[in-house]
């Protein structure tokens, strides 16, 4: 669980790592029907996780529910000297899946919270309706309203009062 502040509300986030193996296949592809934003990651210092994105791709279309948000991470950006996987071709996969796409590193702290920012601003957004009823409607009361409070009668001391608060 972690609490982030996305366009000055308060978000709690819970985050899901599914293992990567194969063998556990059954049990992630479960996680994705409540999903409401993923992150497809590959490490840039291996090829074959990068290719592997297009497999986890497609179960993520077919199991997710779908408005799901994606962002693809090329992560262990911190290990340039291994790197196999180009930051063009990231860039341009995610485009392919108009995706968003960071390279981060979770050793050196690089982009891991602007992804995770960003994965929820996407998720926020595809939920506007319900976001706009949590918000409330406007604060300022309407002439309308005012108008008709200056027509009610001041309330005396012996009157009861109600809650001005
Ligand atoms: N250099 C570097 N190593 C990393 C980074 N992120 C993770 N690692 C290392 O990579 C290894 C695998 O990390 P995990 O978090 O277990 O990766 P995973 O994809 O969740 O693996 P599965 O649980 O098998 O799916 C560990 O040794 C981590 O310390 C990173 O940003 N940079």
Redesign the pocket.
Known sequence: MKTIEVDGIKVRIQIW?????ERYQTITKQYYRRAQGIFL?Y?ISSERSYQHIVKWASDVDEYAPDGVQKILIG?????EHKRQVPKEHGLQLAREYGMDFYE?????NLNIKESFTRLTELVLQAHRKELEELRGPPRAPTLTRLEEEEQQPLQGEDTPKTCWC
């Open positions: 790592d599914t293992a990567g193996q990651v490490d992560n262990k950006a911190d290990e981060t590193s979770a050793c050196s």
